[in-house]
């Protein structure tokens, strides 16, 4: 059950987009369509973003996207606004469990 | 309004044992299944366990497997997290979770504010 791997960082200014990987392997994200993301605010608790690899649920701007090809998922911030700089998890089910990814962290320049 | 708080953290010895309370409210509670994860400080997330309606349905993190108990009391709409033979690594802010849809296991939609949880000497 090793962390699935996200890069540490990713930046962009406001109205742009950025992407974020989450790479497991053929056990866990490759597995099964059952990956989600998080998005963590400083000192809050997390809020889930998307579930079932690509849906929203109810009140999740539609900025948030996200996809699988393999054992990646990614998640896409369009339109990048300053309230989105927060840290993101991706996360899957592993068979009986699930696991995290490492964490990104989004500046906004 | 679903809400979960979570109760029990403290300071422990290594080696010693604490008992986690999340009590929820808003929903029904044995409709969903329900999660436990851990964030050290400054670090990332971390998945321990989940269990649906009754005790046979409890899963864990092989880091935990053993040393953690999940349980429920659904007469009082509580969930449990029994920590035994603690360690440093376990210090952590530990976040109970509510499945975003009834009947299964797979996202974690509605989070407890967290309870701090210290294992040291």
């Known amino acids: 059950q090793s962390a699935l791997t996200q890069p540490r960082s990713v930046s962009g200014s406001p109205g742009q987009s950025v992407t974020i990987s989450c790479t497991g392997t053929?056990?866990?994200?490759?597995?099964?369509?059952?990956v989600s993301w998080y998005q963590q605010h400083p000192g809050k608790a997390p809020k889930l973003l998307i579930s079932?690899?690509?849906q929203r649920p109810s009140g999740v701007p539609d900025r948030f996207s996200a996809s699988k090809s393999g054992n990646t998922a990614s998640l896409t911030i369009s339109g990048l606004q300053a309230e989105d700089e927060a840290d993101y998890y991706c996360?899957?089910?592993?068979?009986?469990?699930?696991?995290f990814g490492t964490g990104t962290e989004v500046t906004v320049l | 309004e679903v809400q979960l708080v979570e109760s029990g953290g403290g300071l422990v010895l290594p080696g010693g044992s604490l008992r986690l309370s999340c009590v929820v409210s808003?929903?029904?509670?044995?409709?969903?299944?329900m999660h436990w994860v851990r964030q050290p400080s400054g670090k990332g997330l971390v998945w321990l366990s989940r269990?649906?309606?009754?005790?046979?349905?409890?899963s864990y993190a092989d880091s935990v497997e053993g040393r953690f108990t999940i349980s429920r009391d659904n007469a009082k709409n509580t969930l449990y997290l029994q920590m035994n033979n603690l360690r440093a690594d376990d210090t952590a802010i530990y976040y109970c979770?509510?499945?975003?849809?009834?009947?299964?296991?797979?996202?974690?939609?509605?989070w407890g504010q967290g309870t701090l949880v210290t294992v040291s000497s």
């Open positions: 979770a509510r499945d975003l849809r009834p009947g299964t296991g797979s996202y974690l939609s509605s």
């Open positions: 808003g929903f029904t509670f044995t409709d969903y299944w």
């Open positions: 269990m649906g309606r009754d005790d046979g349905s409890a």
């Open positions: 053929s056990s866990d994200v490759g597995a099964y369509n059952y």
């Open positions: 079932d690899v690509t």
């Open positions: 996360c899957s089910y592993a068979g009986r469990s699930h696991v």
